[in-house]
């Protein structure tokens, strides 16, 4: 029978805990945290929601900080400074090492528009703000994230943003009341719970990254602490016991396992890991079978190695994939898998000289010199945008013509949407209507670059299927004035925007406009290693995804509206892409987008298509 009490949280000030006793069956359940994400990143198929593993450390550490704070106070020994002082101990050494070491390899691997966002990284980890640096810049189901050596210290900020704003709430709340603060925590848990369900609909990447929306899960670990402050719940039966160790074991890997493509209902499987660790914490010990497996020496020790396994393994893949010209054999990904271990255990004999014997002096002098040499090359990355203008195959007339601080592919993407105008004010013009994603603003570029549909005017409404914020009623308005419309876009992902681009596409044809859908482009795995080795007769084959969506493309549109861009672009019978012109200029800065020069050639290998050819002069 299991027995819980309220009343057990009556204050009392000289109670004294036990909670804070050294429990290596933690130290294990660390463990089935960090290898399904090391999985998940290598990309092995069998566990493609190893992700959740972040879920699993977010509620240990609420649960151990709060302990910990809870003990502390309860002998009158806890101090705020002393707090930070122990994290910084525990956190910033290996987390300094890790980043130094990634320094000469991003500079000497990185194509300018990849060592520009590391750059950034650098400067946002150590900050600890990474989370909203990518929250701002991307997303983490971006595909162009696995190429990023830092992009798993999102984590961290978010767990170093609640120790700087929780501490201060448990000192404040325990001077009342300790009910007063299980029912405040529990309020905030709930709320960002909630909170986190709605944004995932609305704000994905926000549901994701931010300490608001993820703050549920350590505060759930952080609840249980205050619960079992004076009393842990007794089950007399040992059948019991394992079995809530067992269901807890299962909500843990279950999702792990049957994830298979994200989706607004994935945030489901987030509670289910939480709870799961919930019971895991709560029952097992030394007398259970399941708490012996995970107290076991080979368990407890890859815990204690966890945090240097986190921090290492993304680096070693993320180079991996930078420094290969197509995606890896799961093989080198397995020996890299390996290689973490010993480079983890080296960090944690560094991790705990500075937890345990090194002065607060040298602490100090190590982690000020670490971070001004991290910031430092982390600025000098971004300011000079990677080098870029060092590179002779991304030079072109756009690039020459602006400002050197600023990131000149970018910055042409973006000047896409430079003089056009959102209401048809020429009535001697023709109007052409351009929708879509991103790829709707390359093929503006193509346009201008190459003086394209000279007589017509152009404008861009709010029209888009991917981010359903940026359709407007006056978009329909725009489309029944329109000659000619062109969609382009890259990806569609789920369910919804697939929907919306299906019903724009019968509102048109049933308004009987003429329109062309423009395939999606793609170049290849990696742009770094043939930029950086300058392999100018380098094909790159299309990534599935693209291949895939071209494909859907075609099922949905009439094959009297389809351009196929990737069979016009393609080199061979392989469906490979030339990467660089035929001047030695790269064609694309991220795999996606095209540069000035990218823009000139593709736009002018597009209109070779009769169905565009007809409206040149």
Not at 192 to 208: H, I, K, N, R, T
Not at 467 to 488: H, P, R, Y
Request: proline content about 3%; aromatic content about 16%.
């Amino acid at each position: 029978m299991v027995n819980f009490s309220l009343e057990s949280l009556k204050f009392n000030k000289i109670f004294r805990l036990n909670i804070l006793e050294y429990r290596k069956e933690i130290d294990g359940l660390r463990a089935i945290a960090v290898l399904p994400v090391m999985f998940f990143h290598a990309g092995l198929n069998f566990i493609q929601g190893g992700f959740y593993g972040v879920d699993v450390f977010f509620v240990i550490s609420g649960y151990l900080i709060t302990s910990m704070i809870l003990h502390q106070k309860s002998n009158s020994a806890f101090s705020i400074m002393n707090f930070y002082e122990r994290r910084a101990r525990r956190i910033l050494p290996a987390l300094i090492i890790v980043m130094l070491a990634c320094i000469p390899f991003a500079f000497i691997l990185m194509q300018p528009d990849d060592l520009e966002n590391f750059g950034q990284s650098l400067i946002s980890t150590s900050l600890m703000a990474n989370n909203v640096l990518l929250y701002l810049t991307s997303g983490y189901w971006d595909l162009t994230s696995e190429f990023k050596p830092l992009l798993h210290t999102w984590s961290l900020g978010v767990e170093e943003q609640f120790y700087i704003i929780f501490p201060m709430l448990i000192v404040a709340m325990y001077q009342v009341n300790l009910r007063g603060l299980l029912y405040v925590t529990l309020s905030l848990t709930i709320v960002s719970f909630v909170s986190f369900l709605y944004m995932q609909g609305l704000d994905e990447d926000a549901a994701f990254y931010l300490l608001p929306f993820r703050f549920w899960e350590l505060g759930l670990g952080a609840c249980l602490a205050i619960f079992l402050i004076y009393k842990k719940p007794s089950i007399n039966s040992l059948f019991l016991k394992e079995s809530f160790l067992l269901i807890g074991l299962i909500m843990i890997i279950f999702p792990m396992i049957q994830y298979k493509t994200h989706t607004e209902f994935s945030g489901v499987f987030y509670f289910i890991v939480c709870f799961g660790t919930l019971l895991i914490i709560l029952f097992a010990d030394s007398t259970s079978f399941i708490g012996k497996i995970l107290g076991t020496r080979s368990m407890v020790l890859i815990g204690l190695m966890s945090y240097s396994l986190y921090l290492w393994h993304q680096p070693l893949y993320a180079f991996l994939r930078i420094y290969s010209l197509e995606e890896p054999q799961t093989i080198y990904y397995l020996v890299f898998l390996v290689l973490s271990f010993p480079m983890a255990f080296f960090s944690l004999k560094i991790e705990n000289f500075f937890r345990y014997k090194a002065s607060l002096k040298l602490l100090t002098s190590f982690i000020a010199a670490g971070l001004i040499v991290s910031v430092s090359m982390g600025i000098i990355f971004y300011k000079t945008i990677g080098f870029h203008h060092s590179y002779p195959e991304l030079r072109s007339e756009y690039s020459e013509s602006i400002h050197q601080n600023r990131n000149p592919d970018k910055s042409f993407l973006i000047s896409a949407a430079n003089n056009l105008s959102f209401e048809f004010n020429n009535p001697a013009a023709k109007n052409l209507v351009v929708i879509g994603d991103s790829f709707s603003s390359d093929l503006i570029n193509m346009i201008k670059v190459n003086n394209f549909f000279t007589e017509f005017e152009m404008i861009k409404p709010k029209y888009n299927c991917v981010n359903f914020n940026n359709i407007s009623s006056e978009s329909i308005g725009k489309i029944e004035q329109a000659d000619l419309i062109l969609i382009s876009y890259r990806f569609l992902e789920d369910g919804r925007q697939k929907e919306c681009f299906e019903a724009k596409i019968k509102r048109i044809i049933k308004s009987q406009k003429k329109f062309l859908v423009i395939g999606p482009k793609d170049f290849g795995y990696n742009i770094n290693a043939p930029l950086r080795r300058k392999l100018y007769d380098f094909k790159a084959k299309p990534i599935s995804d693209i291949v895939y969506f071209n494909s859907y493309l075609q099922s949905i549109v009439p094959k009297e509206n389809f351009i196929d861009l990737l069979d016009i672009l393609a080199d061979n019978d392989a469906g490979a892409i030339s990467l660089f012109s035929e001047d030695n200029k790269l064609i694309t800065y991220d795999k996606a987008h095209l540069t000035y020069n990218g823009a000139l050639v593709t736009g002018q290998k597009l209109f070779t298509d009769t169905r565009l050819k007809q409206y040149l002069n």
